[in-house]
Nanobody, 127 residues
């Protein structure tokens, strides 16, 4: 079971961009579907994006569609979340989850489907 490790969180102005990274520790990420979630203070964990094992399929939460892009480099064992046109409402701790399978082009959108999580990285969007 790999352990995800997030990085890249920062303070950014509204309209700015940021790229988060989720690196795999302890194994090959290519066998795992990966999802990004976020949680703001006082709110439930929210689905952001998910990507299949081979990177050929992905999906996004409604609030980030058209602004965020998830991608992966299985040689480097990293999954990225490119965030553009950031808004104050994007402020949250961003978490990366991983789970074996469900097949080359499958992914999970529920946080309960993932069984390994990183420690999170803080993204703050403010002027």
């Amino acid at each position: 079971q790999v352990q995800p490790v997030e990085s890249g969180g920062d303070l950014v102005q509204p309209g700015g961009s940021l790229r988060l990274s989720c690196a795999a520790s302890g194994g090959a990420f290519s066998n795992y579907a990966v999802g990004w979630f976020r949680q703001a203070p006082g709110k439930e964990r929210e689905f952001v994006a998910a990507i299949s094992r081979n990177g050929g399929a992905s999906t996004y939460g409604d609030s980030v569609k058209g602004r965020f892009t998830i991608s992966r480099d299985n040689v480097k064992n990293i999954v990225y979340l490119q965030m553009n046109s950031l808004k104050p409402g994007d402020t949250a701790v961003y978490y990366c989850g991983s789970r074996l399978g469900p097949g080359p082009t499958g992914y999970y959108v529920r946080s309960s489907s993932y069984n390994s999580w990183g420690q999170g990285t803080q993204v703050t969007v403010s002027s």
